[in-house]
């Protein structure tokens, strides 16, 4: 069984850090990691995308500020937030890609942006 979880949410201010991290867990044939995140009542948006050979692809609205990395071989994913703004303000979710299974989502961790 794949289990993804989330880690790292919190609060931060406005123009500041936050370093979320995914590990997957029941497999070893991970294509992508992908991060979205989600406002009550907006739906779930895409925010980045890492693949197993390295290509990283981000949301318009965090390009250049958010930061999406993989060690596939620890199973693993990160997601570095710079430059946070109260707009970034939502439950992440971090979403794997597994050879031959399919997606699974982890349960999402909060990140809170406020003076």
């Known amino acids: 069984q794949v289990q993804v979880v989330e880690s790292g949410g919190g609060f931060a201010q406005p123009g500041g850090s936050l370093r979320l991290s995914c590990v997957a867990s029941g497999t070893d044939s991970i294509y992508n990691y992908y991060w979205y995140r989600e406002v009550p009542g907006k739906g779930r948006d895409f925010v980045a995308l890492?693949?197993?050979?390295?290509?990283?692809n981000y949301a318009d609205a965090v390009l250049g500020r958010f930061t999406i990395s993989g060690d596939f071989s620890k199973n693993t994913a990160y997601l570095q937030m710079n430059s946070l703004k109260s707009e970034d303000t939502a439950v992440y979710y971090c979403k794997v890609v597994v050879h031959a299974l399919g997606d699974f989502w982890g349960q999402g961790t909060q990140v809170t942006v406020s003076p």
């Open positions: 890492v693949a197993r050979h390295g290509v990283t």
